[in-house]
C-alpha cells in the first residue's frame, strides 16, 4: 500500500484548516490584524534616535536604545544589538495594542504606521483617550485628524520642538 497519498491528503487537511484559522481570526478582528511597515519603522527610529547609554528624558524618566524604558537605570550601557532587539521587542506591544485599539476600523498601511509611531511616543493609553483615535475610528480619512496629531506637542506642560516635528511628520505619513 502506497502511503504517499494519504500523506498528501492528511498535508492538504492541514493547510486548509490552518488557512480556515486564519480566515476567522481576521473576520473576528474586523478582517484587519496588521503589522508595521519598513517605513513605519525607520520613522520611529529617526524620531526616536539610539542611545546605547541610558539618560533622562524631557519628563526624568530613563530611557535606553530607541526610547526603551521601565527597566533601564542610570549608568546602564548597552550594545547596538541590544538597542535593536529591544526595540524589535517593544514595537511589537504597540502594534498589537493599535491593532485592538482599532478593532473592525480599516486603516491603511501609512496610517496604521503613524498611529503605531504615535502611540510609541505618546502611549497605548493616551492614545485609547484622545479624540485622534476617535476620530480615526469614526472616519479615517477625516482631514480634521491633521489637527488631532498636531495637538500632541507638549510635554510637562512644555511645547516641545521635537515633537511638533514628530506629530507633523506623523500627520503627514498618515495621509500619504
Same mark, same amino acid.
Given at each position: 500500500m502506497n502511503k504517499k497519498p494519504i500523506m498528501i491528503a492528511?498535508?492538504?487537511?492541514?493547510?486548509g484548516l490552518v488557512g480556515f484559522a486564519i480566515y476567522w481570526l481576521r473576520k473576528k478582528n474586523g478582517g484587519q490584524n496588521m503589522n508595521i511597515s519598513d517605513n513605519?519603522?525607520?520613522?520611529?527610529?529617526?524620531?526616536?534616535?539610539c542611545r546605547l547609554t541610558a539618560y533622562q528624558d524631557v519628563k526624568g524618566v530613563?530611557?535606553?536604545?530607541?526610547?526603551?524604558?521601565?527597566? @533601564?537605570?542610570?549608568?546602564?550601557?548597552i550594545t547596538?544589538?541590544?538597542?535593536?532587539?529591544?526595540f524589535r521587542n517593544d514595537i511589537q506591544k504597540f502594534v498589537k495594542g493599535v491593532n485592538s485599539l482599532l478593532g473592525s476600523t480599516r486603516v491603511n498601511q501609512n496610517q496604521f504606521d503613524a498611529l503605531v509611531s504615535?502611540?510609541?511616543?505618546?502611549?497605548?493609553?493616551?492614545?485609547?483617550?484622545?479624540?485622534?483615535?476617535?476620530? @480615526?475610528?469614526?472616519d479615517p480619512n477625516d482631514p480634521t485628524i491633521e489637527t488631532e496629531f498636531k495637538k500632541w506637542v507638549y510635554s510637562g506642560g512644555k511645547y516641545i520642538q521635537g515633537l511638533a516635528n514628530r506629530r507633523a511628520s506623523e500627520s503627514k505619513l498618515y495621509f500619504a
Open positions: 492528511i498535508s492538504a487537511a492541514s493547510i513605519g519603522l525607520n520613522a520611529i527610529k529617526k524620531y526616536e534616535g530613563w530611557t535606553i536604545g530607541y526610547g526603551h524604558t521601565g527597566d @533601564v537605570y542610570y549608568g546602564e550601557t547596538q544589538a541590544e538597542a535593536d532587539a529591544l504615535f502611540a510609541y511616543n505618546c502611549g497605548l493609553t493616551a492614545l485609547k483617550n484622545s479624540t485622534l483615535l476617535r476620530k @480615526v475610528k469614526a
